[in-house]
């Protein structure tokens, strides 16, 4: 059997004080087993006995007050973080639906049409008006608005199919004039 430390020997002798208070036979006889193992035991507990016995008579002067966190009845915290917590997240739940709903608006109806050099393309805006763009020629069209019409790059024509005028390069005469992203439409 190893050795038993100091510490070790007082820990058990501490247990065996403490099971005796309440011990039955058999925590007894436990007890004289293990006091008979090493004489080491006995003065061990003898000296927590006599500890035990030296605090005994100072336990009625001892006043234990209740820690007023450990108060069995804790007040109700008031619901007011409930309703904040409620609040953010249904104005967060409307923003996202309302992204979701506007997002389809936001895309743009907006194409563009480009032909190479040499390459002729006839865009038809309604059943009555056409475009005919010429080599080397990028337009932008909306689908949403027939009336817009923006010239990037190269000529084009456009009208009725039996009456074509031809529309200078940068020009937006006949659908409106530009500066930067606006557009301005004549009426």
């Known amino acids: 059997m190893p050795a038993e ?26 007890f004289a087993e293990w006091l008979a193992e090493d004489p080491r035991h006995a003065v061990a507990y003898d000296a927590i006995e006599q500890a035990d016995l030296a605090i005994e008579p100072l336990l009625p002067h001892v006043v234990i007050r209740e820690v007023a966190n450990d108060a069995e009845e804790q007040p109700e915290q ?14 967060l739940a ?7 709903l506007l997002l389809p608006q936001a895309e743009s109806s907006r194409y563009e049409v480009a032909t190479r050099p040499g390459e ?4 038809q805006l309604d059943p009555a008006t056409q475009i005919t763009l010429n080599g080397a ?19 084009a024509f456009s009208g009725p199919a039996r009456q074509r005028q031809a529309l200078p390069a940068r020009s937006r005469r006949q659908f409106g004039r530009g500066r930067g992203n606006g557009v301005q439409r004549r009426p």
């Open 137 to 155: 020629t990028r337009m932008t069209f909306d689908r949403k608005d027939p009336r817009f019409a923006s010239l990037t790059k190269g000529g």
């Open 94 to 100: 409307a923003s996202v639906a309302a992204a979701f």
């Open 120 to 123: 002729r393309q006839v865009v």
């Open 5 to 30: 430390s100091p510490d070790s020997i007082e820990a058990r002798a501490i247990e065996w004080h403490i099971r005796l208070r309440d011990g039955d036979d058999a925590i007894w006889e436990g």
């Open 78 to 91: 008031p619901a007011r973080r409930g309703w904040r917590w409620g609040l953010a997240g249904g104005g």
